[in-house]
C-alpha cells in the first residue's frame, strides 16, 4: 500500500488500494451476529468487494441522508472520474477526489473570523511556536530521538516537491507521540485553537528552489500556513491564478485542489508551520465518514461480516443513525506501543498490525 503521507490528500491512493484488494479477509466463517440490523440498510452478499462494503458500511454507521455526498465522491474516486474546472479569475481546479456543493476559492481570507476564528489565535502564538522549534533544533543529539526530524516528502507528487522539501510532523490523523513530546507548547496551541486539523506539520523548503505546478487532488481538505522564519520578500506561493508572499507571524488558507507552485528565492530556508483541516462546510458526520474509509484502508477487517464485534458496531451505529444519532467509531483495544526510534511509516505499519491483533482477539 503507499504510504499515506499526508493522509487525507490522498483518497485517490485508498480507493486504488480498494480497486487492487476486492476481497476482504475472513476471520471466521459462518460467524454471525444475533443483533440486527436495521432494516433500511443494504445487506451484505458473499460477492461484495471491498469497496461495495466501504458504502455499505459508510451508510449504516452514518446513515445516507447524512453522508450521501461522501459516498458519491468515494463512488466517483473507484470509477476514475475526476472533477475539472477552469475558473474565470480563479484558475485551474483539478480534484480526483471531488465533494459536491462546496464552495471553491483558491485563496481564503484567513482573517474571516466567522469562518476561520482559530487562524488569530495561531498568528497571536506564531512567536511562542517560532521559539520552540529554534530551541528544540538549537539542542544537541535532537535527531537521535525521533527519526521523523525534517523527513524528506514522501508523496506521490515527490517530483513536484523536490528532494529539499521538509517536514517534521506532529500529527498526521493521529497526533505523533515522539514529535509532541519534542513540541509540547506548539501542539498545545494547536489542539486548544480549535482548527478541525487533519495534518500538521512544520515545513522547511531550501534556498534557491521552487515547487512545481502540481494539484493535491482534493476538494475537502484546506491548507494553512503559518509563517515562523520566513525571508520575506523572497518567498512566494502561486494558487489559480493568483501569487502571495509569506510573512512572518501571518497566515495563509488556501485550496490546493487549485493547480499551486511556491518558490523560495532567498539564501536561507523558508519555514512555516504548515495545517491540513476540513473545508467549513464539510460537515461533521462527513469527516466522520472520510477517516472510517481510511480506518477501513489500515485495517480491512472493520468492514468483515465474519467479525461478530464488526457486526455488533455496525447494529449499534445504524441504531443511532435510527435515532438521529452519532456514535463514536470502534476502537480496538490496544496493547501499549514502543515507538521510539521508527519512522513515522514503520510506526503506522505496526498500527496496523496491532489493530489486526484486535480483531482477532475479538473473534
Known amino acids: 500500500m503507499k504510504?499515506?503521507?499526508?493522509s487525507l490528500l490522498l483518497l485517490p491512493a485508498a480507493v486504488a488500494f480498494v480497486r487492487h484488494h476486492p476481497?476482504?479477509?475472513?476471520?471466521r466463517p459462518g460467524t454471525r451476529t444475533s443483533a440486527p440490523l436495521m432494516s433500511a440498510a443494504p445487506a451484505a452478499t458473499d460477492t461484495e468487494s471491498l469497496g461495495d462494503k466501504i458504502e455499505r458500511?459508510?451508510?449504516?454507521?452514518f446513515g445516507k441522508d447524512k453522508v450521501q455526498r461522501v459516498v458519491d465522491c468515494f463512488n466517483k474516486s473507484r470509477?476514475?472520474?475526476a472533477f475539472e474546472m477552469q475558473w474565470p479569475d480563479k484558475g485551474l481546479q483539478q480534484a480526483s477526489s471531488?465533494?459536491?456543493g462546496l464552495f471553491a476559492e483558491p485563496w481564503h481570507d484567513a482573517a474571516d473570523g466567522n469562518m476561520y476564528p482559530w487562524a488569530a489565535k495561531l498568528e497571536?502564538?506564531?512567536?511562542?511556536?517560532?521559539s520552540e522549534l529554534k530551541a528544540v533544533m538549537a539542542k544537541k543529539g535532537v535527531e537521535k530521538q525521533g527519526t521523523n526530524i525534517w523527513s524528506v516528502a514522501a508523496r506521490d507528487d515527490a517530483l513536484a516537491y523536490g528532494p529539499d522539501w521538509r517536514t517534521l510532523v506532529l500529527q498526521d490523523r493521529v497526533w505523533d507521540p515522539v514529535n509532541m513530546q519534542l513540541f509540547p507548547k506548539t501542539a498545545a496551541i494547536v489542539q486548544e485553537c480549535g482548527i478541525p486539523s487533519c495534518e500538521v506539520f512544520f515545513a522547511k523548503q531550501a534556498p534557491r528552489t521552487g515547487i512545481k505546478p502540481h494539484t493535491d487532488d482534493?476538494?475537502?481538505?484546506l491548507t494553512a500556513h503559518l509563517g515562523l522564519d520566513v525571508p520575506e520578500g523572497e518567498c512566494r506561493m502561486t494558487v489559480g491564478d493568483e501569487t502571495r508572499e509569506w510573512r512572518n507571524n501571518k497566515m495563509l488558507i488556501f485550496d490546493t485542489s487549485f493547480v499551486h507552485s511556491t518558490a523560495n528565492d532567498s539564501d536561507r530556508p523558508r519555514t512555516v508551520l504548515l495545517m491540513r483541516f476540513f473545508h467549513p462546510e464539510v460537515t461533521a458526520d462527513e469527516r466522520r465518514a472520510l477517516q472510517f474509509i481510511f480506518e477501513v484502508v489500515d485495517n480491512p477487517l472493520l468492514v468483515s461480516d465474519d467479525d461478530p464485534a464488526v457486526a455488533n458496531a455496525n447494529a449499534a451505529a445504524a441504531a443511532a443513525a435510527a435515532a438521529g444519532k452519532s456514535v463514536p467509531l470502534p476502537v480496538a483495544e490496544a496493547e501499549p506501543l514502543n515507538t521510539e526510534g521508527m519512522t513515522r511509516q514503520e510506526r503506522r505499519q505496526l498500527e496496523r498490525e496491532q489493530k489486526k491483533k484486535a480483531a482477532k482477539r475479538q473473534g
Not at 497571536?124 to 517560532?130: F, K, N, P, T
Not at 482534493?218 to 481538505?221: K, L
Request: proline share 6%; net charge neutral.
Open 57 to 61: 458500511a459508510l451508510v449504516i454507521r
Open 98 to 100: 471531488y465533494m459536491e
Open 23 to 27: 476481497a476482504l479477509p475472513v476471520l
Open 124 to 130: 497571536q502564538q506564531a512567536g511562542v511556536i517560532a
Open 79 to 81: 470509477k476514475g472520474e
Open 218 to 221: 482534493t476538494n475537502f481538505i
Open 3 to 6: 504510504a499515506m503521507v499526508p
